[in-house]
């Protein structure tokens, strides 16, 4: 018998993720706190809405979050109707959402006071990667918890990979944004560079992207980038989000990240731009700007 789940949060990834646990045959409850997005998914997908968390909690074995921050988690897990007031013991807490390590591992203890298990499991891919069921997972927590949710989350991601104790996974998560942002400038930087050249940046990339400076960004945000268009994919709002969770760890730990600061200045000044809700990419649109 398949385990019953609940999936909180129906954002732009929580929305396909929970609805590939729902067409894999699990018995999934969904809780939203916009009424209208669950009744969207519940039209879309077999499955039920519950009031609350708690009571999405109440009905399921393993419990999947997905949702904007440390302040959002931290409310819809601890509150009066949160998820640990209504979980059993010896439930699980998948927290898909991006936060501090600081915030897994206090969730990791406090589910463990009553007798339930936290994995801290943040994912890579994006809005793109969830609707096509090709996430990357890096989760934290108890190896035998992992591997026990492991075939679940399997319904949506491509990878997954235990990396240790909790807050490891938001460690690993961390990393993860760490290079994406120096990458992301140095191919804005690179497309600034030809178009100030007059040469043909299509052109270009078609070569470049046969050898050592290929990557997912290259490949799939180029045409979009030359097009100036950056009405989609992952939010600069929730990449500031990310890096300052980065930045904060490294600060306590005394670690150098020189670009990584300054590539999080360039995105406060995309957001001084209006541009908030831009794609990451958007950084070639503040290049441009530039005299």
């Given at each position: 018998m398949k385990?019953?789940?609940?999936?909180?949060?129906?954002?732009?990834m929580g929305y396909p993720m929970a609805g590939h646990l729902a067409n894999a045959g699990y018995t999934v409850v969904v809780f939203n706190r916009s009424l209208?997005?669950?009744?969207?998914?519940?039209?879309?997908?077999?499955g039920t809405i519950a009031k609350t968390a708690a009571e999405a909690a109440r009905a399921s074995d393993i419990v999947f979050v997905c949702v904007g921050n440390d302040e959002d988690v931290q409310s819809v897990l601890c509150s009066e109707q949160g998820v640990l007031s209504g979980l059993a013991p010896e439930g699980i807490v998948v927290d898909h959402t991006t936060t501090s390590a600081t915030l897994a591992v206090a969730m990791h203890n406090h589910s463990k006071?009553?007798?339930?298990?936290?994995?801290?499991?943040?994912?890579?891919?994006?809005?793109?990667?969830?609707?096509?069921?090709?996430?990357?997972?890096?989760?934290?927590?108890?190896?035998?918890?992992?591997?026990?949710?492991?075939?679940?989350?399997?319904?949506?991601?491509?990878?997954?990979?235990?990396?240790?104790?909790?807050?490891?996974?938001?460690l690993t998560k961390m990393v993860n944004q760490i290079c994406l942002a120096g990458m992301i400038q140095?191919?804005?930087?690179?497309?600034?560079?030809?178009?100030?050249?007059?040469?043909d940046a299509k052109q270009i990339i078609g070569v470049i992207s046969k050898g050592a400076a290929q990557s997912w960004?290259?490949?799939?945000?180029?045409?979009?980038?030359?097009?100036?268009?950056?009405?989609?994919g992952f939010a600069v709002d929730w990449m500031r989000k990310d890096l300052k969770y980065a930045?904060?760890?490294?600060?306590?730990?005394?670690?150098?990240?020189?670009?990584?600061?300054?590539?999080?200045?360039?995105?406060?000044?995309?957001?001084?731009?209006?541009?908030?809700?831009?794609?990451?990419?958007?950084?070639?649109?503040?290049?441009?700007?530039?005299?």
């Open positions: 385990q019953k789940v609940a999936f909180i949060g129906l954002g732009v209208e997005k669950a009744e969207k998914w519940s039209k879309a997908y077999p006071q009553i007798g339930c298990s936290f994995l801290d499991a943040p994912v890579s891919g994006g809005e793109l990667g969830a609707q096509k069921a090709a996430l990357t997972i890096m989760a934290g927590g108890s190896e035998k918890i992992y591997h026990r949710v492991e075939p679940l989350m399997a319904c949506y991601s491509r990878y997954s990979e235990y990396m240790g104790p909790p807050g490891y996974g938001q140095g191919l804005s930087e690179g497309l600034h560079f030809a178009n100030s050249l007059g040469l960004q290259m490949d799939n945000r180029h045409q979009t980038m030359i097009d100036d268009n950056y009405e989609h930045l904060d760890e490294a600060q306590k730990k005394g670690i150098n990240l020189p670009i990584t600061e300054i590539v999080d200045r360039f995105y406060e000044e995309i957001q001084a731009m209006g541009g908030g809700r831009w794609d990451t990419s958007s950084l070639l649109k503040r290049l441009r700007k530039k005299p």
